[in-house]
């Protein structure tokens, strides 16, 4: 059974960076599509940013430009930088995994990791 483990959250200020890390475990990192989500108190989750297996990503509009989805398949690991960060940014962020992007909603969820971005 896959585990992902979310960290790299914090309290940061308006404009400020973090990166946001999620390290799966088992078999099978590499041939699965990851993605980062988030919820923000009173808002349902939306995707953030995918990543497939070929490495081809997509985002949010809202992110687009600040935002940046990698992974290291040799780590078992997907990244999220953010940078010129909003105080709409702040929400738990999730990592989910799965054979492909269709499906990311109905994989595999970490505990996400709480941003808070203060203005």
């Known amino acids: 059974q896959v585990q992902l483990v979310e960290s790299g959250g914090g309290l940061v200020q308006a404009g400020g960076s973090l990166t946001l890390s999620c390290t799966a475990s088992g078999s099978g990192f590499g041939l699965s599509a990851m993605g980062w989500y988030r919820q923000a108190p009173g808002k349902q989750r939306e995707m953030v940013a995918t990543?497939?297996?070929?490495?081809?990503?997509n985002y949010a509009d809202s992110v687009k430009g600040r935002f940046t989805i990698s992974r290291d398949n040799a780590k078992n690991t997907v990244y999220l930088q953010m940078s010129s960060l909003k105080p709409e940014d702040t929400a738990v962020y999730y990592c989910a995994q799965a054979f492909t992007t269709t499906f990311l909603d109905k994989g595999s969820w970490g505990q996400g990791t709480q941003v808070t971005v203060s203005s």
């Open positions: 990543i497939t297996r070929g490495y081809t990503t």
